[in-house]
Nanobody
Framework: QVQLVESGGGLVQAGGSLRLSCAAS????????MGWYRQAPGKQRELVAA???????NYADSVKGRFTISRDNAKNTVYLQMNSLKPEDTAVYYC???????????????WGQGTQVTVSS
């Protein structure tokens, strides 16, 4: 089995910063794309940022220039550095990873349990 464990959420004032981490563990042969999603109350889950195994990144327009996604392949970990936070960034943030568990096996998408980020005005 595979687990994704997130950390780093919390309460911060507008303009502040937080760094989220997500570590994958378990039966892992390789990891393809990794990403961060968020879901605010009453809204659908949306993609915040994603990064491929080769390091290509894409971001939601609402976070471009403020958030940076990175990964440490040796540690099977993805990070989200969030700067200049706004109240509208308040949401539960979820980690997602496409993981291959065996040679020539399929890539399966896994989700973390979510971490709350609250930005006060």
């Amino acid at each position: 089995q595979v687990q994704l464990v997130e950390s780093g959420g919390g309460l911060v004032q507008a303009g502040g910063s937080l760094r989220l981490s997500c570590a994958a563990s378990g039966s892992i042969f390789s990891i393809n794309a990794m990403g961060w999603y968020r879901q605010a109350p009453g809204k659908q889950r949306e993609l915040v940022a994603a990064i491929t195994s080769g390091g290509s990144r894409n971001y939601a327009d609402s976070v471009k220039g403020r958030f940076t996604i990175s990964r440490d392949n040796a540690k099977n970990t993805v990070y989200l550095q969030m700067n200049s936070l706004k109240p509208e960034d308040t949401a539960v943030y979820y980690c997602n990873a496409d993981i291959v568990s065996r040679w020539y096996g399929p890539a399966v998408g896994y989700w973390g349990q979510g971490t709350q980020v609250t930005v006060s005005s």
